[in-house]
């Protein structure tokens, strides 16, 4: 019998929706499944939003009082889908009460608090993730298996992008995402930590970085409500009070990693016609990966030694006979959203949960996240190649 | 108070999955929701895969018999997820038994079974949809956004296909899809149909069609399962028996429309290197829209009165400010999937229920389509122009 | 010593720029080269023209009278660049002074002038080729060597479409492409021959088509100025006099080939968006190819046994491991224009004479491609399939 | 009368086949022409090397005496196509005979030989250009224009890569791309200038540098040939002695402009399945634009004030409404190549001759670019930014 799991969910906004869907999804693609995730209880800031969130999202209960939702026996999993400033303590509290966690990125707003949770859950022995979910997408888990089986060599150099434009609107609300109080960093913590994490997961360890960091609006308008708008669809109109931006809008990167590669890293939220931009390029003795997020379905492939007249990229479409291809659609290009990362990125959760196996990435993973994150944020002040401070 | 209804789903396939997804997921995303569905029973062919499909697609019960099913008062909605040979069959009971209706595409295997499936929902007074999801892809949306407000003219001329290639081995096994009897016909039924679907959806009524229809492996090894494995990966080995393949596995077509637009169709399961490459070209007086569903997070747009200098294709992610945007990702390219063309057809089909007013496509738009299959079959036979037979 | 070879060549508008280029160009890519050809004199309608003809295309002679031309006994090669209605008169008595015969396409107005020429330049035993110039592109030359390799198995399926857009506005001007006593056809002639003649290149000849032909608009602005403008360059202003279009704007044809394979075509100058867009898609037992020339550095290609993991269409850029590629440029990607492929034409057109053996296509192919065009226009009136009269 | 103008070229490769095609085909697309280039002298390393350059380029002289050709009165322009270690000689004894020059990039070695050209130039008071041709690619120009005229705004950011790969394979030979006495440095100077050009040209002037410089490959086979042959089609076989590879293979950096727009860099010569991939992207305040050179066709624009429903980059396909439109082809899409962007480099040439305005990029630009490759260089060496020492 597959184990029914209590999930306790932090959070009601739109990673909330895109847990939540997950949960109750996730066995219906993976079966048998690691465990059948029960959506028990969800948390939001007022009861009233909470209760909005159980009859939205499915869950059994509502409650505004995390810490009491922690403490119950009958809660198996804690899942953070809160903003960044509460992400170290719920953690905490979760580990000393025995949960599991599945936190949402960036793990923490500092090294410190990320330290502190990484140490925590290591007391506690439960299993931890952090949800970059793009990892799940099975074009990068190809180019993963591509890399690990020596497909493309040695790697000399990897190129990955996160370039957005929601907030390129000069009034584009002053979300909490533009808050240092709140969300620790900006641009860094929020999409190029998604980088960072893709670049350990296929070509190993960050050792230094050199950086340019750059705010391009210093001021933005006061948001109205308190709903996290990703942009300009709640534009203010007229005489709007704007607040201080103190968080980067845009980082560029070299990068040298521990194994000798190098490479460059570019994540902006202002950058005009670019929506969800993750790029990767990646070249190696034996060939080379190329992925465009926006392109999902997707994986470019170039092997060095197919015949002279018949050698290029090659676009391979996931299905069946790639990564998590048995879970996902019978054929190829019916069709990997957002939601089918999520899916993944639970089975992978769960199956960690019940082999007792960590998952990656994990809080240890997370960490060492943080800390190129925080080494890109030194060198944008120093101007200088700042070292990953493992 | 959001109301709850009982769905029974008939039928624990690939498309099963797809649909308990929906259910579950719907509300999560549109909220309020139209309604909760709630997964009450699920049909398989025997106890056993039924309890299978219960347990995994977290319906509350199983069975094996769909009538008593049918028969039940405390269900609301009857969802026919079964292969093409029971259609008709399951939505007369249905609608006989007052229940609203979503049957899985093609409506039927004939043109008389789909007639009585329309005359049934009619006399019931029913709500009845068939799950023609592709147009629910934001995209396409945006396309028939674009042409009901002008912006590419009057349409000229309509070019859709539906490449596939699961079917071009020929030692592919022998599924149901391949035996008129249960399916009907072959690529026509299976695929062109949502090519015609689109086609209706966007320009309006085929009056006439010129097709070749073809058959490229005229036998097949018998199944040794009998799950609905699209392609190869279930590849006999050794001396399998075969059996006779007695549908169509290519249509081409072309079209002529009833507003005077002229174009043409292809469908295909046997183009290698062609996953679900769903496209469109349509050009217009006043300018053009492209679409492939393999990138279907995007639409391609061209207005002709763009400056002669800067004018082109335009590639428009969708998100918040097309359609669906609201109730989906909160920026473009987050990613569509097969998952959330599901989630917005459910969405559609409850907002039929609670409005009263009845979707597209429904029976009867699944009858024209119909229709339009038996027109190009038939000409396939004659090598003539052939009337569609409103 | 290669031997020097005098060309006289008969129009001096866009074509004539191209092949003049062609003439000074090709020895500097392909050397040794098969012959230089000599600019010798060029001819236009009047005395002017052609002496700003000859200063600007680098020929030492201008004259405006052809039949002088083709009679002189230094002339080795005749060109016509003219527009349709003057190819047979001045090939058939190129081919009575015994010259070698480079020809623009398409071949003729009619199967009957294209029969003469045929037949006069068998009867003078000189060299005779027609201009369809994308044969040439290296990236279609490499498709037919993957195709002449077996490497993408059998040809089932061939589907070619060839759309502008330079026409798409109805008050465009007049110019002789749209009358029938000079140009013979519209679309069909003007851009589906190429389409057909990629088709005979690469699968075989086309046994039998069933087409629909249509004219958008049935009149336009006469022409102000003689010049070949294509579009609304010229696009009238005011009350400017209307004269009828009496030749088809768009073709849509089913087509079977004589090898079995069935396939698809359309050509049309009236799609907005679409500038030079020649596609070819090709599905054959062991593979695919796809091609688009607007993107004419790439051929695509996709072959069924590669592994399962790593399956997908290659874009293969060429450069010298293809077709041409040694006269070409050293690597692949620095740029095939339309230059290169009129290089590249000339260049086989000099090898034919100093070989002797005919280029493909000749006269014979360019009458073959007639009798297409012939059995298109047919059934565009007839309404069914239509056998092309070898 | 339009002036015939007499060209001496020195070094008859691949670059002087390029240049010989332009002198002979620009007046054919740009007429009136500027002038008309007589191909009077061309001049290699022996007699018998400039006699076949001679007849395969269609000069009507031939010299192995650079020094001699330099001094002729007859000699209008010189054009040097040779290896870097002889351009400075070359161009400062050509200017000081009065010459007007056009000069292969990069333009020097080192920022002194480059110094010394830009002053000998500016003290004869002739005309000087370097032959970036990318910046005459119709789409790259089309990207300036539309920066000029502010539609995209003030430019933020500045993306450029340049990816080839012909030296990846560690076994291709030791050409002098590969010594440093010869080409004064590797992929910097080689490649990386090129898109130094296209940023001063686009953005501005850099003002400092970061960057990555690496060698991958120290050593490779001796060279047999003394042909410059990109590439590892004259790959050695069996014992070769190996040289030493004294340059760099790649390199990465960030950028500062003048003008407070941010960027990056990268070039290598090692990255698989790369050709020619010069891509540019830029971010503005108002919108962005994308070009990638391997589709060199198309540029790719988005305007941030287009319509919330229909906001995307647009594939703009230049042609005639375009810079450069009325001279090369009558529509888009027929294609641009190499020869194109030669061609129109060779008009802006001769038109700077004609009018006596300087053409950019001149000697001066190209001193600046040497300038920023010297910063490159140095930055590599020392970690630290560099300033540009203008």
Redesign the interface.
């Known amino acids: 019998m ?1 184990k029914v799991m209590n999930v306790a969910m932090i959070g009601g906004g ?1 990673m909330g ?1 895109a847990h ?2 997950a949960y ?2 996730m ?3 993976f ?1 048998p ?1 690691p465990a ?1 995730p029960n959506r028990k209880v969800v948390v939001d800031v007022t009861d009233a939003m909470a209760q ?1 969130a159980r ?4 869950f059994e209960e509502a409650s505004s009082d995390w810490r009491a939702v922690v403490a119950r026996p009958d809660i198996d999993v804690i899942d953070i889908c809160t903003p960044n400033n509460v992400h170290a303590e719920i953690a905490i509290a979760a580990a000393e009460a025995g949960k599991h966690i599945i936190c949402e990125k960036p793990l923490a707003r500092t090294v410190e608090e990320a330290r502190s949770m990484a140490a925590a859950v290591k007391k506690a022995g439960v299993i931890h993730m952090v949800a970059f979910n793009y990892r799940r997408t099975p074009a990068v888990a ?1 180019a993963k ?2 890399i690990e089986e020596g ?2 060599g040695r790697i ?2 990897f ?1 990955g992008t996160y370039l ?1 434009d ?1 907030s ?2 000069p009034d584009g609300p002053l979300s909490w995402r533009f808050q240092k109080k709140i969300a620790g960093s900006g641009t860094v913590g929020d999409i190029a930590t998604h980088v960072v994490d893709l670049a350990h997961y296929l070509v190993g360890p960050i050792e230094t970085v ?3 960091t ?1 705010t ?1 609006n210093k001021t933005r308008p006061l948001q109205q409500s308190g709903v996290d ?3 300009a ?1 709640e534009k203010a109109s007229g005489d709007v009070e704007r607040g201080e931006v103190d968080v980067d809008d ?1 980082v ?3 990068l ?1 990693f521990e194994n000798g590669a ?3 890293l ?1 994540a ?1 939220r ?8 993750i790029t990767l ?1 990646i ?6 990966i ?1 992925f465009n ?6 994986l470019q ?4 030694d ?1 015949p ?10 996931t ?4 990564p998590y291809g048995d879970g996902l ?13 999520k ?1 993944v990125e639970c089975f992978d959760f769960f199956t960690a949960i019940k082999t007792g196996r960590l998952p990656s990435p994990n809080f240890d993973d997370g960490l060492l996240t943080e800390l190129v994150a925080d080494a890109l944020l030194r060198s944008g002040e120093t ?3 700042e070292r990953v401070g493992r």
């Open positions: 597959t739109f929706k939540a869907m109750a999804s066995p219906m693609f079966w499944a059948i909005t009859d939205r999202y499915g190809l298996k591509y497909r493309i000399l150099n190129r957005q929601w390129a609107d050199n950086a340019i750059t391009y708008k990703l942009g669809s845009e560029i990167s070299m040298r190098i490479g460059s570019e902006t202002n950058a005009y016609g670019r929506n969800n931009f390029e070249h190696g003795t034996k060939g080379s190329h997020y926006e392109r999902r379905d997707e492939v170039m092997f060095a197919d002279a007249d018949s050698r290029g990229f090659r676009t391979v479409y299905g069946p006979a790639h659609w019978p054929i190829p290009g019916l069709g990997i959203g957002y939601s089918e990362t899916i101007g200088a190649w």
